[in-house]
C-alpha cells in the first residue's frame, strides 16, 4: 500500500506550486524548489535538508523503504533524476544526469552533467568525488579547493532565489508547519 | 520550396500571436512579460522558457530574446545562465538570432546563440556559452559552461568538442529548412 501524503515545508522554504509530491515528503528551510519538479516518496519518505536548489523537471524518487536523507546545500541541476539511498551536503548533480537508488554520496561531491550513475551493488561515494566520463567511467578526487567560494555562490543563489520566484510563481504550502 | 507534407497539428493547441509566432499551450512560460519573440517561432509542448529568472532591480528587463522562425523543441528548457560578479549574485540575460532550432530534451543556459544555429536532441548548453552564426551542435552533445562555438562549426561529443568545419552554403540552407519548417507548421483543418 503506498503510504499516505503528507508534505511538511518549512515556512522559510519556497516550493512553487506547479510541483508534484507523493507520499511522506519533507522539506527544510531555505529550500528553493522550482516548478515543474517531481519529488515522489513511493515507499519510504523523503526528507530534503535546509538551503538545497531543485531546478526545474528535477525527478527525486525513493523507491526503498527506509528514509531517503538528503543534506543541506544540496543544488540539483536541470533534469537531473535522483534516486539514491543517502545524500551528504553541498553535492552538486549536474543537468540531466541520473543517480540510481544503489548510489549514496557523502559530502562535497560533484556529478558532471548527463552522466549516469548506476553501480550493481550499494556503493557510498567519498568525500570531494567528482564524477563524469561516459556513464561514470572516469571519477576522481577534487582538493576541495574553492569550496567555502561554491558554498557562498550556492547560499546567494539560493537567496536570490527565494527572493525572486514568489514574484512571479505562485507558492505552495505545507499541511502541517 | 520544399515538397516535403504539412505538419499539422489542433488548432487549439497552439496560440498564434499577430506576429506568427505558434507557442503550445502545454509549454510553461515564466515571467511571460519578460520574453521576447521575434516572430514565426514556434514552442513546442512541454517546453520551459524561464522569463522570471531575472536582473535585479525592478526595472523592466528582458530575459530571453527569441529571433525569427526558431523552434523551441518539446521538453527544451530555456533559463537565463547566473554567476557572481563583483559578489553580487544575478541572472544575466540570453540572446537567440534568428532560425535557431533546438531538439527535443535539450537544455540551453547559453548567453548567446547567433543566427541559423542548429542545435540536436538531448543536448546541454552549459551556463555562458557562446554559439556564433550557422553553428551546428549534434545530438547528445554536452557543451561546457564558458564555450564559444565559431562560426560555420560543428561540436559534437561530452565534453563537446570541435569536429568539423561546415561548408559555407550553411546559412542558406538552413534558412530555407527552418522557413519552410514553419510553413509547413499549419494547423489541421476542423
Same mark, same amino acid.
Given at each position: 500500500?503506498?503510504?499516505?501524503?503528507?508534505?511538511?515545508?518549512?515556512?522559510?522554504?519556497?516550493?512553487?506550486?506547479?510541483?508534484?509530491?507523493?507520499?511522506?515528503?519533507?522539506?527544510?528551510? $531555505?529550500?528553493?524548489?522550482?516548478?515543474?519538479?517531481?519529488?515522489?516518496?513511493?515507499?519510504?519518505?523523503?526528507?530534503? *535538508?535546509?538551503?538545497?536548489?531543485?531546478?526545474?523537471?528535477?525527478?527525486?524518487? $525513493?523507491?526503498?523503504?527506509?528514509?531517503?536523507?538528503?543534506?543541506?546545500?544540496?543544488?540539483?541541476?536541470?533534469?537531473?533524476?535522483?534516486?539514491?539511498?543517502?545524500?551528504?551536503?553541498?553535492?552538486?548533480?549536474?543537468?540531466?544526469?541520473?543517480?540510481?537508488?544503489?548510489? @549514496?554520496?557523502?559530502?562535497?561531491?560533484?556529478?558532471?552533467?548527463?552522466?549516469?550513475?548506476?553501480?550493481?551493488?550499494?556503493?557510498?561515494?567519498?568525500?570531494?568525488?567528482?564524477?563524469?566520463?561516459?556513464?561514470?567511467?572516469?571519477?576522481?578526487?577534487?582538493?576541495?579547493? *574553492?569550496?567555502?567560494?561554491?558554498?557562498?555562490?550556492?547560499?546567494?543563489?539560493?537567496?536570490?532565489?527565494?527572493?525572486?520566484?514568489?514574484?512571479? $510563481?505562485?507558492?505552495?504550502?505545507?499541511?502541517?508547519? | 520550396?520544399?515538397?516535403?507534407?504539412?505538419?499539422?497539428?489542433?488548432?487549439?493547441?497552439?496560440?498564434?500571436?499577430?506576429?506568427?509566432?505558434?507557442?503550445?499551450?502545454?509549454?510553461? !512560460?515564466?515571467?511571460?512579460?519578460?520574453?521576447?519573440?521575434?516572430?514565426?517561432?514556434?514552442?513546442?509542448? @512541454?517546453?520551459?522558457?524561464?522569463?522570471?529568472?531575472?536582473?535585479? =532591480?525592478?526595472?523592466?528587463?528582458?530575459?530571453?530574446?527569441?529571433?525569427?522562425?526558431?523552434?523551441?523543441?518539446?521538453?527544451?528548457?530555456?533559463?537565463?545562465?547566473?554567476?557572481?560578479?563583483?559578489?553580487?549574485?544575478?541572472?544575466?540575460?540570453?540572446?537567440?538570432?534568428?532560425?535557431?532550432?533546438?531538439?527535443?530534451?535539450?537544455?540551453?543556459?547559453?548567453?548567446?546563440?547567433?543566427?541559423?544555429?542548429? !542545435? =540536436?536532441? $538531448?543536448?546541454?548548453?552549459?551556463?555562458?556559452?557562446?554559439?556564433?552564426?550557422?553553428?551546428?551542435?549534434?545530438?547528445?552533445?554536452?557543451?561546457?559552461?564558458?564555450?564559444?562555438?565559431?562560426?560555420?562549426?560543428?561540436?559534437?561529443?561530452?565534453? =563537446?568538442?570541435?569536429?568539423?568545419?561546415?561548408?559555407?552554403?550553411?546559412?542558406?540552407?538552413?534558412?530555407?529548412?527552418?522557413?519552410?519548417?514553419?510553413?509547413?507548421?499549419?494547423?489541421?483543418?476542423?
Amino acid at each position: 500500500m503506498p503510504p499516505k501524503d503528507r508534505f511538511v515545508i518549512h515556512s522559510r522554504a519556497v516550493v512553487c506550486s506547479d510541483v508534484d509530491l507523493k507520499g511522506e515528503v519533507t522539506i527544510g528551510s $531555505n529550500t528553493v524548489v522550482h516548478p515543474k519538479v517531481t519529488i515522489y516518496a513511493v515507499a519510504g519518505p523523503i526528507t530534503i *535538508g535546509s538551503g538545497c536548489i531543485i531546478e526545474e523537471g528535477v525527478v527525486i524518487v $525513493n523507491r526503498r523503504k527506509d528514509v531517503m536523507r538528503i543534506g543541506e546545500e544540496n543544488h540539483f541541476e536541470i533534469n537531473s533524476r535522483v534516486e539514491c539511498a543517502v545524500m551528504g551536503n553541498c553535492n552538486v548533480i549536474g543537468t540531466r544526469a541520473r543517480l540510481h537508488l544503489n548510489a @549514496s554520496l557523502s559530502s562535497y561531491c560533484v556529478v558532471q552533467p548527463a552522466v549516469e550513475f548506476s553501480p550493481t551493488t550499494p556503493e557510498m561515494l567519498p568525500d570531494y568525488t567528482v564524477l563524469y566520463g561516459e556513464g561514470a567511467s572516469e571519477r576522481r578526487l577534487w582538493s576541495g579547493q *574553492g569550496a567555502e567560494q561554491e558554498r557562498a555562490l550556492r547560499q546567494k543563489h539560493a537567496e536570490y532565489l527565494r527572493e525572486l520566484l514568489p514574484k512571479f $510563481n505562485r507558492q505552495r504550502k505545507g499541511d502541517v508547519d | 520550396m520544399s515538397f516535403a507534407p504539412v505538419t499539422t497539428y489542433p488548432k487549439s493547441a497552439y496560440i498564434e500571436t499577430d506576429t506568427g509566432n505558434k507557442v503550445s499551450r502545454r509549454a510553461t !512560460i515564466s515571467g511571460p512579460q519578460n520574453i521576447v519573440l521575434g516572430g514565426k517561432s514556434i514552442i513546442s509542448p @512541454s517546453a520551459v522558457l524561464r522569463g522570471d529568472l531575472r536582473k535585479a =532591480g525592478s526595472a523592466p528587463t528582458v530575459v530571453i530574446t527569441l529571433g525569427r522562425y526558431c523552434l523551441v523543441g518539446e521538453g527544451v528548457v530555456v533559463r537565463p545562465p547566473y554567476k557572481t560578479y563583483k559578489g553580487a549574485f544575478n541572472f544575466y540575460p540570453m540572446k537567440i538570432g534568428d532560425g535557431v532550432h533546438i531538439g527535443e530534451g535539450s537544455v540551453v543556459e547559453a548567453a548567446q546563440i547567433g543566427s541559423w544555429v542548429v !542545435i =540536436g536532441r $538531448n543536448c546541454v548548453i552549459g551556463k555562458f556559452a557562446i554559439i556564433k552564426d550557422c553553428a551546428r551542435i549534434a545530438d547528445g552533445t554536452v557543451l561546457p559552461p564558458n564555450t564559444v562555438v565559431p562560426a560555420l562549426s560543428l561540436f559534437a561529443g561530452s565534453p =563537446g568538442r570541435f569536429i568539423e568545419d561546415l561548408p559555407e552554403t550553411t546559412q542558406e540552407v538552413v534558412e530555407a529548412r527552418t522557413k519552410a519548417y514553419y510553413n509547413r507548421f499549419q494547423p489541421a483543418e476542423q
